[in-house]
Structure formats: structure tokens, C-alpha cells
């Protein structure tokens, strides 16, 4: 069964500064897509940044980029130079075609002043 | 390209009566599936149609049904509700491996 694990409930980070949330997950699969998604205190799902598994170079979308490890099931989010207007809950979440996404439980980022 | 739109935003109801949430996905989109959103159990897929059928289906009571129409629009139906059914549900559209979501509905069941 699919599996996303996000270890860090919280974090913080100072205004222009980096920060780096963390992601495992597991599949029995080869060929599957990882995403992040952030949602804001509006509740609006939005898409950060996606990354096809079987593609090794590092998706990046602007300030945000992510760590890729397929061999140790790793997705790390970065996020450069953050802004307060990137203070939302983050989640990881994995999608198999024929299957359904499924989310981590989350990681609530502040974005300090 | 309009984003995927829910309707209604936010709805009080009572325990035991039904309720019928909308989701109207990206244009030219022909899938849409459901999750709902508590802060105990996070984010759970609740069903997913393609083209008028249901894909997939997960693990919630036969009193969660959905449909698809012919052009795409999705309802999904809670009958009996419960006071646990109060949470967020959003409705996302998929483009090939990519879900984008809707704003949400909230449900509050006294």
C-alpha cells in the first residue's frame, strides 16, 4: 500500500531565509509522480512543485526546489528566500496512474518577521 | 482556463439530514474526485470519476455517493449525517498525472 510520511508537524523559518520540510513515502511501484501542495489558512489546495520519478533531475519551480532520493523514498521540499506569504500547511502527497493520491499528514510552516 | 469551482462554500446542517455538494472541474478535464478534510484524520480520498464512472472508491460508509455528469461535473451525496461528517471536502480536477483543487466546502453538522 502507498504510504507518505511527513515527520515534522511544525517549522518554523525567518523571513528570507531557507528552510527544508521533509518527506518519505513508500510505494511497490516504478513509475509514480510526487507532488507538494500548499494550503494556506484560505484552505486552498494549491500545487507547489512536481516531480516524476522516473526523471533524477531535481524538479524546481522558482524559490522552491526539492531533494529526490527514489533509492531511500525521499522527498524534500526546499524553500529559498522564504516569504510570509509562504506561511501555510504544507503536504506531500504520492499518485500511482489507476490509483489515488495520497497525502502526507502535513507540515504547518511560520514564516517569521 | 477557470480553476475548479465548488459550490456551496459553506453549509450548517443537522444530524440526519442529507446534503449534495458541486464541483465543476478545470475545462476540458474529465476527472474529479473527492476527499475530505478533518483535523483528526487529515486528508481522505473519498471516490474518483472518470467520464460518468466511478474509479476508484475509498474507505467511507455507503451514505457517501457520488456522480459524474456528461460534462464532467461531479455532486457528491451524504444521507444521514452524522456529526463526525462536519470537516472540509474538496474536489480536485486531474490533468494526466496532476490533481488541482477546488476551494473547498465546509460542512458543519450540529
Known amino acids: 500500500a502507498q504510504t507518505v510520511t511527513q515527520s515534522q508537524p511544525e517549522m518554523s523559518v525567518q523571513e528570507a531565509e531557507t528552510v527544508t520540510l521533509s518527506c518519505t513515502y513508500d510505494?511497490?511501484?516504478?513509475?509514480?509522480?510526487l507532488f507538494w501542495y500548499k494550503q494556506p489558512p484560505s484552505r486552498q489546495m494549491i500545487l507547489v512543485i512536481r516531480q516524476e520519478a522516473y526523471k533524477q533531475q531535481n524538479a524546481t519551480e522558482n524559490r522552491f526546489s526539492v531533494n529526490f532520493q527514489k533509492a531511500a523514498k525521499s522527498f524534500s521540499l526546499k524553500i529559498s528566500d522564504s516569504q510570509l506569504g509562504d506561511a501555510a500547511m504544507y503536504f506531500c502527497?504520492?499518485?500511482?496512474?489507476?490509483?489515488?493520491?495520497?497525502f502526507g499528514a502535513g507540515t504547518i510552516l511560520r514564516v517569521k518577521s | 482556463k477557470a480553476g475548479v469551482t465548488q459550490t456551496p462554500r459553506y453549509l450548517i446542517k443537522t444530524r440526519g439530514q442529507q446534503v449534495t455538494l458541486s464541483c465543476s472541474p478545470i475545462s476540458g478535464h474529465r476527472s474529479v474526485s473527492w476527499y475530505q478534510q478533518t483535523p483528526g484524520q487529515g486528508l481522505q480520498f473519498l471516490f474518483e470519476?472518470?467520464?460518468?464512472?466511478?474509479?476508484n472508491k475509498g474507505n467511507f460508509p455507503g451514505r457517501f455517493s457520488g456522480r459524474q455528469f456528461s460534462n464532467s461535473r461531479s455532486e457528491m451525496n451524504v444521507s444521514t449525517l452524522e456529526l463526525g461528517d462536519s470537516a472540509l471536502y474538496l474536489c480536485?480536477?486531474?490533468?494526466?498525472?496532476?490533481?488541482?483543487f477546488g476551494p473547498g466546502t465546509r460542512l458543519t453538522v450540529l
Open positions: 470519476y472518470f467520464s460518468e464512472t466511478q474509479r
Open positions: 480536485a480536477s486531474r490533468s494526466g498525472d496532476t490533481q488541482y
Open positions: 510505494t511497490s511501484e516504478s513509475d509514480y509522480y
Open positions: 502527497a504520492l499518485y500511482e496512474y489507476g490509483n489515488k493520491l495520497v
